[in-house]
Protein backbone atom coordinates (compact mmCIF):
# COMPACT_ATOMS: atom_id res chain seq x y z
CA UNK A 1 0.00 0.00 0.00
CA UNK A 2 1.14 3.69 -0.67
CA UNK A 3 2.34 5.94 2.34
CA UNK A 4 -0.46 8.32 3.28
CA UNK A 5 -0.71 11.51 5.16
CA UNK A 6 -3.04 12.92 6.83
CA UNK A 7 -2.90 16.71 8.62
CA UNK A 8 -5.44 17.72 11.17
CA UNK A 9 -5.42 19.49 14.23
CA UNK A 10 -6.49 17.99 17.78
CA UNK A 11 -7.49 19.35 20.45
CA UNK A 12 -4.66 19.37 23.67
CA UNK A 13 -6.98 17.57 25.41
CA UNK A 14 -7.77 14.44 23.26
CA UNK A 15 -4.01 14.29 22.78
CA UNK A 16 -3.60 14.33 26.79
CA UNK A 17 -6.39 11.63 26.72
CA UNK A 18 -4.63 9.50 24.28
CA UNK A 19 -1.37 9.26 25.77
CA UNK A 20 -3.04 8.33 28.95
CA UNK A 21 -5.38 5.61 27.73
CA UNK A 22 -2.42 4.61 25.56
CA UNK A 23 -3.99 4.87 22.42
CA UNK A 24 -0.75 6.91 21.43
CA UNK A 25 2.16 5.19 22.29
CA UNK A 26 5.68 6.65 23.29
CA UNK A 27 8.62 4.77 21.11
CA UNK A 28 10.84 3.07 23.74
CA UNK A 29 13.76 5.42 22.86
CA UNK A 30 11.65 8.47 24.19
CA UNK A 31 10.62 7.27 27.56
CA UNK A 32 12.93 9.05 29.50
CA UNK A 33 13.76 12.48 27.58
CA UNK A 34 15.75 14.84 28.20
CA UNK A 35 13.57 17.84 29.80
CA UNK A 36 13.36 21.50 28.83
CA UNK A 37 14.33 23.75 31.22
CA UNK A 38 10.95 26.03 33.41
CA UNK A 39 11.36 28.59 31.79
CA UNK A 40 10.89 26.95 28.50
CA UNK A 41 7.88 24.99 29.80
CA UNK A 42 6.27 28.03 30.68
CA UNK A 43 6.77 30.01 27.74
CA UNK A 44 5.24 27.10 26.03
CA UNK A 45 2.06 26.98 27.98
CA UNK A 46 2.15 31.00 28.14
CA UNK A 47 2.15 31.03 23.97
CA UNK A 48 -0.79 27.74 23.97
CA UNK A 49 -2.67 30.03 26.40
CA UNK A 50 -2.52 33.32 23.65
CA UNK A 51 -3.36 30.90 21.30
CA UNK A 52 -0.21 31.46 19.06
CA UNK A 53 0.60 28.97 16.39
CA UNK A 54 2.91 25.80 17.75
CA UNK A 55 5.10 23.12 15.76
CA UNK A 56 3.30 20.24 14.12
CA UNK A 57 3.17 16.94 16.70
CA UNK A 58 4.29 13.29 14.04
CA UNK A 59 2.60 10.40 14.64
CA UNK A 60 3.04 7.22 12.96
CA UNK A 61 0.35 4.58 12.47
CA UNK A 62 1.77 0.97 12.25
CA UNK A 63 0.18 -2.05 10.34
CA UNK A 64 -1.88 -3.08 13.97
CA UNK A 65 -3.43 0.42 13.73
CA UNK A 66 -1.12 1.38 16.93
CA UNK A 67 -0.22 5.16 16.71
CA UNK A 68 3.09 6.03 17.74
CA UNK A 69 4.49 9.36 18.73
CA UNK A 70 7.58 10.03 16.46
CA UNK A 71 7.91 14.10 17.15
CA UNK A 72 6.33 16.62 20.57
CA UNK A 73 7.10 14.56 23.21
CA UNK A 74 8.45 17.35 25.18
CA UNK A 75 5.48 19.19 23.97
CA UNK A 76 2.78 17.11 24.91
CA UNK A 77 4.99 16.37 28.31
CA UNK A 78 4.85 19.98 29.13
CA UNK A 79 1.66 20.71 28.79
CA UNK A 80 0.38 17.42 30.24
CA UNK A 81 2.55 18.38 33.17
CA UNK A 82 1.47 21.37 33.72
CA UNK A 83 -2.58 20.47 34.01
CA UNK A 84 -1.41 18.40 36.61
CA UNK A 85 -0.14 21.01 38.55
CA UNK A 86 3.17 20.04 37.83
CA UNK A 87 4.71 23.72 37.22
CA UNK A 88 3.61 26.97 37.23
CA UNK A 89 2.95 29.36 34.47
CA UNK A 90 5.08 32.55 34.27
CA UNK A 91 2.88 34.11 36.80
CA UNK A 92 3.61 31.84 39.23
CA UNK A 93 0.38 30.09 38.78
CA UNK A 94 -1.24 27.01 38.95
CA UNK A 95 -3.28 25.28 36.59
CA UNK A 96 -5.50 24.26 39.96
CA UNK A 97 -6.01 28.09 40.13
CA UNK A 98 -7.27 29.23 36.62
CA UNK A 99 -10.47 30.28 36.21
CA UNK A 100 -13.24 27.65 34.38
CA UNK A 101 -12.91 29.79 31.11
CA UNK A 102 -9.20 29.45 31.12
CA UNK A 103 -8.82 26.01 31.46
CA UNK A 104 -11.90 25.77 29.09
CA UNK A 105 -9.96 27.76 26.12
CA UNK A 106 -6.44 26.05 27.43
CA UNK A 107 -7.66 22.42 26.99
CA UNK A 108 -9.33 23.07 24.06
CA UNK A 109 -6.22 24.76 22.05
CA UNK A 110 -5.76 23.13 18.96
CA UNK A 111 -2.59 21.37 18.00
CA UNK A 112 -1.95 20.47 14.37
CA UNK A 113 -1.25 16.96 13.89
CA UNK A 114 0.73 15.21 10.69
CA UNK A 115 -0.50 11.38 11.09
CA UNK A 116 0.91 9.41 8.33
CA UNK A 117 1.09 5.14 7.44
CA UNK A 118 2.33 2.36 5.46
CA UNK A 119 5.91 3.63 5.31
CA UNK A 120 8.89 1.65 5.40
CA UNK A 121 11.83 1.94 7.78
CA UNK A 122 13.62 3.25 5.11
CA UNK A 123 10.36 5.82 4.74
CA UNK A 124 9.91 6.52 8.44
CA UNK A 125 13.98 7.35 8.85
CA UNK A 126 13.34 10.08 5.81
CA UNK A 127 10.03 11.71 6.91
CA UNK A 128 11.79 12.19 10.48
CA UNK A 129 14.78 14.02 8.79
CA UNK A 130 12.63 16.25 6.34
CA UNK A 131 10.23 16.81 9.78
CA UNK A 132 13.81 18.24 11.78
CA UNK A 133 14.94 20.03 8.87
CA UNK A 134 16.23 23.63 10.24
CA UNK A 135 15.88 21.72 13.90
CA UNK A 136 19.38 21.57 15.72
CA UNK A 137 20.14 18.33 16.39
CA UNK A 138 23.16 16.42 16.23
CA UNK A 139 24.01 13.25 14.50
CA UNK A 140 23.81 10.91 17.60
CA UNK A 141 20.22 13.05 18.68
CA UNK A 142 19.22 11.64 14.98
CA UNK A 143 20.78 8.15 15.99
CA UNK A 144 18.87 8.34 18.80
CA UNK A 145 15.39 8.83 17.13
CA UNK A 146 16.16 5.68 14.61
CA UNK A 147 16.05 3.60 17.71
CA UNK A 148 14.00 1.37 15.31
CA UNK A 149 16.10 0.92 12.51
CA UNK A 150 18.06 -2.23 12.56
CA UNK A 151 21.38 -0.80 12.67
CA UNK A 152 20.99 1.36 16.07
CA UNK A 153 19.03 -1.76 17.31
CA UNK A 154 22.16 -4.06 17.13
CA UNK A 155 24.65 -1.21 17.98
CA UNK A 156 22.13 -1.25 21.28
CA UNK A 157 22.17 -5.26 21.61
CA UNK A 158 26.04 -5.94 21.41
CA UNK A 159 27.56 -3.04 23.43
CA UNK A 160 25.26 -0.36 25.17
CA UNK A 161 23.03 -1.32 28.75
CA UNK A 162 19.72 -0.19 28.14
CA UNK A 163 15.83 -0.21 29.73
CA UNK A 164 12.75 -1.98 27.49
CA UNK A 165 9.55 -0.88 27.55
CA UNK A 166 8.96 -2.46 30.63
CA UNK A 167 11.56 -0.72 32.76
CA UNK A 168 13.58 -3.74 32.93
CA UNK A 169 17.62 -3.70 32.65
CA UNK A 170 19.10 -4.68 29.18
CA UNK A 171 22.62 -5.50 29.10
CA UNK A 172 24.54 -5.41 25.76
CA UNK A 173 26.40 -8.83 24.74
CA UNK A 174 29.92 -7.33 24.89
CA UNK A 175 28.87 -4.48 27.35
CA UNK A 176 30.93 -5.40 30.31
CA UNK A 177 33.72 -6.22 28.42
CA UNK A 178 33.56 -3.04 26.23
CA UNK A 179 33.54 -1.09 29.69
CA UNK A 180 36.16 -2.61 31.06
CA UNK A 181 37.95 -1.59 27.81
CA UNK A 182 36.49 2.08 27.24
CA UNK A 183 35.39 2.65 30.78
CA UNK A 184 31.42 2.92 30.75
CA UNK A 185 29.32 3.24 27.71
CA UNK A 186 26.80 6.24 28.15
CA UNK A 187 23.60 5.59 26.79
CA UNK A 188 20.88 6.10 29.36
CA UNK A 189 19.40 9.45 29.94
CA UNK A 190 20.60 9.68 33.30
CA UNK A 191 23.67 10.29 31.05
CA UNK A 192 22.41 12.45 28.77
CA UNK A 193 25.51 14.98 28.43
CA UNK A 194 27.03 12.48 26.59
CA UNK A 195 24.71 9.56 25.44
CA UNK A 196 23.96 10.95 22.09
CA UNK A 197 28.26 11.42 21.29
CA UNK A 198 28.82 7.76 22.99
CA UNK A 199 25.76 6.47 20.55
CA UNK A 200 27.34 7.78 17.79
CA UNK A 201 31.04 6.35 18.32
CA UNK A 202 29.10 3.04 18.60
CA UNK A 203 27.07 2.79 15.94
CA UNK A 204 29.97 4.05 13.29
CA UNK A 205 32.32 0.92 14.67
CA UNK A 206 28.88 -1.63 14.25
CA UNK A 207 28.79 0.30 11.12
CA UNK A 208 32.27 -0.77 9.68
CA UNK A 209 32.10 -4.29 11.33
CA UNK A 210 28.75 -5.00 9.95
CA UNK A 211 28.85 -3.35 6.40
CA UNK A 212 32.25 -1.73 6.35
CA UNK A 213 33.77 -1.30 2.67
CA UNK A 214 31.00 -3.13 1.06
CA UNK A 215 28.16 -2.30 -1.73
CA UNK A 216 28.96 1.30 -1.03
CA UNK A 217 29.13 1.82 2.63
CA UNK A 218 31.98 4.24 3.81
CA UNK A 219 32.47 1.53 6.78
CA UNK A 220 33.46 3.39 9.99
CA UNK A 221 32.19 6.60 9.92
CA UNK A 222 30.51 10.08 11.74
CA UNK A 223 28.67 11.49 8.56
CA UNK A 224 24.76 10.60 8.91
CA UNK A 225 23.86 11.01 5.32
CA UNK A 226 26.57 7.73 4.76
CA UNK A 227 24.82 6.04 7.39
CA UNK A 228 21.58 6.35 6.34
CA UNK A 229 22.50 3.98 3.73
CA UNK A 230 22.83 1.42 6.14
CA UNK A 231 20.55 2.19 8.82
CA UNK A 232 17.83 -0.26 7.89
CA UNK A 233 19.50 -2.77 5.99
CA UNK A 234 18.32 -5.95 7.55
CA UNK A 235 21.14 -7.92 9.34
CA UNK A 236 20.81 -11.57 9.31
CA UNK A 237 22.10 -14.30 11.32
CA UNK A 238 25.32 -14.80 9.15
CA UNK A 239 25.91 -10.92 9.51
CA UNK A 240 25.39 -11.18 13.20
CA UNK A 241 27.66 -14.26 13.86
CA UNK A 242 30.04 -12.43 11.37
CA UNK A 243 30.34 -8.90 13.66
CA UNK A 244 30.08 -11.00 16.94
CA UNK A 245 33.06 -12.81 15.96
CA UNK A 246 35.23 -9.63 14.94
CA UNK A 247 33.91 -7.44 18.30
CA UNK A 248 35.22 -10.42 20.18
CA UNK A 249 38.72 -10.10 18.34
CA UNK A 250 38.68 -6.61 18.80
CA UNK A 251 38.10 -6.54 22.62
CA UNK A 252 40.25 -9.17 23.16
CA UNK A 253 43.43 -7.62 21.45
CA UNK A 254 42.79 -4.33 24.02
CA UNK A 255 42.37 -6.83 26.90
CA UNK A 256 45.52 -8.21 26.14
CA UNK A 257 47.62 -5.43 25.56
CA UNK A 258 46.38 -4.68 29.15
CA UNK A 259 47.35 -7.19 30.45
CA UNK A 260 50.93 -6.62 29.41
CA UNK A 261 50.43 -2.75 29.98
CA UNK A 262 47.49 -1.28 31.71
CA UNK A 263 45.61 1.67 31.65
CA UNK A 264 44.95 2.95 34.68
CA UNK A 265 44.06 6.38 34.25
CA UNK A 266 40.26 6.79 33.24
CA UNK A 267 41.52 9.41 30.32
CA UNK A 268 43.52 6.84 28.59
CA UNK A 269 40.81 4.03 28.91
CA UNK A 270 38.14 6.53 27.68
CA UNK A 271 40.58 7.41 24.92
CA UNK A 272 40.56 3.76 23.32
CA UNK A 273 37.08 5.01 22.50
CA UNK A 274 38.42 7.37 20.40
CA UNK A 275 38.06 5.31 16.34
CA UNK A 276 39.84 7.51 14.77
CA UNK A 277 42.86 6.36 16.32
CA UNK A 278 43.52 2.27 16.08
CA UNK A 279 40.35 0.75 16.54
CA UNK A 280 39.25 1.52 13.15
CA UNK A 281 42.52 0.17 11.02
CA UNK A 282 42.37 -3.09 13.49
CA UNK A 283 38.18 -3.65 12.35
CA UNK A 284 39.44 -2.98 8.98
CA UNK A 285 42.12 -5.28 8.82
CA UNK A 286 39.92 -8.41 10.30
CA UNK A 287 37.46 -7.62 7.76
CA UNK A 288 39.60 -7.35 5.01
CA UNK A 289 42.13 -10.73 6.44
CA UNK A 290 39.56 -12.79 8.07
CA UNK A 291 41.96 -16.17 7.93
CA UNK A 292 45.21 -14.41 9.17
CA UNK A 293 43.87 -13.57 12.59
CA UNK A 294 47.09 -14.99 14.16
CA UNK A 295 49.56 -12.89 12.86
CA UNK A 296 47.09 -10.11 13.75
CA UNK A 297 46.48 -10.91 16.45
CA UNK A 298 50.20 -11.04 17.94
CA UNK A 299 51.01 -7.59 15.33
CA UNK A 300 47.92 -5.42 16.99
CA UNK A 301 48.83 -6.40 21.10
CA UNK A 302 52.62 -6.35 20.30
CA UNK A 303 52.52 -2.47 18.80
CA UNK A 304 49.60 -1.53 21.22
CA UNK A 305 51.63 -2.48 24.30
CA UNK A 306 54.66 -0.79 22.70
CA UNK A 307 53.02 2.88 21.99
CA UNK A 308 51.84 2.33 25.88
CA UNK A 309 55.04 2.33 26.43
CA UNK A 310 56.94 4.93 24.01
CA UNK A 311 53.75 7.26 22.80
CA UNK A 312 56.25 8.52 20.66
CA UNK A 313 56.06 5.27 18.44
CA UNK A 314 55.30 6.28 15.07
CA UNK A 315 54.15 9.75 15.86
CA UNK A 316 54.87 11.05 12.37
CA UNK A 317 53.48 8.76 10.61
CA UNK A 318 49.93 8.11 12.40
CA UNK A 319 49.57 11.15 15.01
CA UNK A 320 50.56 13.79 12.97
CA UNK A 321 49.41 12.23 9.47
CA UNK A 322 46.26 9.62 9.16
CA UNK A 323 45.01 10.09 12.86
CA UNK A 324 44.54 13.92 11.86
CA UNK A 325 42.23 12.99 8.74
CA UNK A 326 38.68 13.57 9.44
CA UNK A 327 38.00 11.44 6.64
CA UNK A 328 37.36 7.65 7.45
CA UNK A 329 37.74 5.95 4.45
CA UNK A 330 39.71 2.66 3.77
CA UNK A 331 42.69 4.06 2.58
CA UNK A 332 43.16 5.71 6.08
CA UNK A 333 42.72 2.07 7.67
CA UNK A 334 45.31 0.92 5.14
CA UNK A 335 48.03 3.43 5.87
CA UNK A 336 47.60 3.33 9.34
CA UNK A 337 47.44 -0.75 9.11
CA UNK A 338 50.82 -0.41 6.89
CA UNK A 339 52.16 1.79 9.20
CA UNK A 340 52.29 -0.19 11.90
CA UNK A 341 53.56 -3.11 10.22
CA UNK A 342 56.48 -1.81 8.57
CA UNK A 343 56.65 1.78 10.86
CA UNK A 344 58.67 4.68 9.25
CA UNK A 345 61.71 6.20 10.94
CA UNK A 346 60.89 9.57 12.06
CA UNK A 347 63.94 11.18 9.85
CA UNK A 348 62.66 9.81 7.20
CA UNK A 349 58.40 10.76 7.22
CA UNK A 350 57.29 12.96 4.53
CA UNK A 351 54.20 14.50 3.63
CA UNK A 352 51.93 12.33 1.39
CA UNK A 353 48.91 12.69 -0.50
CA UNK A 354 46.20 11.77 2.54
CA UNK A 355 48.09 15.50 4.14
CA UNK A 356 45.36 17.03 1.87
CA UNK A 357 42.40 15.31 3.67
CA UNK A 358 43.91 16.37 7.20
CA UNK A 359 42.53 18.81 9.25
CA UNK A 360 43.76 19.50 13.09
CA UNK A 361 42.38 16.98 15.49
CA UNK A 362 41.55 15.74 18.40
CA UNK A 363 43.31 13.12 18.73
CA UNK A 364 44.05 11.24 21.46
CA UNK A 365 46.51 8.24 22.74
CA UNK A 366 45.05 4.82 22.36
Request: proline share 4%; hydrophobic share 35%; glycine share 4%.
Amino acid sequence: MAMTFATNPKMLHELIDELNNEELQIPEHQRYPSVWTLKKRQTFVDSCKKNMPCPSILIFRDSMRQDWLEDGLQRLTTLKDFIDDGFTDLQGNLYSTWSEMEKHRFVHFTVPTVLYRNASEEERVEIFDRFQNGSPLKVGERLHAHSHTSLVKFTKEMLMKTTNSSGEEVVGTFYERAKNVWGIIKCNDEDKPKRYDELLNCVALINGIVHGWTGGSMGITKNYDDLKKTLTLNIDSTMRENAERILDKLLTIYEEASEQKPLKPKKFKTAQKAIGNFSGAIVWSLKTMPYDWERLHTMWVDFIVSYRNDSTLLITTIKNGVAKCRNWTAERWEKTYNDVLNPVPPASTTSSHYDSACEESDYEDD
